[in-house]
């Protein structure tokens, strides 16, 4: 298991963390995700093996956020 975290852009609310942890646990190979509007950020753990950071990048952006 690997641990990263995101710089995620475009969160204002709860509802938008929300938004991107359903996002990012939707990726397979994710066992959880913790996001934060106040950080900016997304704490993410995850299976190496069975996915990969372009695709959790992908999911995020595609509800509108911006990943740096």
Do not use: P, W
């Amino acid at each position: 298991m690997a641990k990263i975290v995101l710089k995620v852009t475009g969160m204002k609310c709860g509802g938008c963390e929300n938004q991107v942890q359903d996002a990012v646990k939707s990726c397979v190979g994710v066992s959880s995700a913790k996001a934060s509007h106040t950080a900016s950020t997304v704490e993410i753990d995850y299976d190496e093996t069975r996915t990969d950071l372009a695709s959790v990048k992908q999911a995020i952006t595609e509800k509108g956020f911006t990943v740096s």
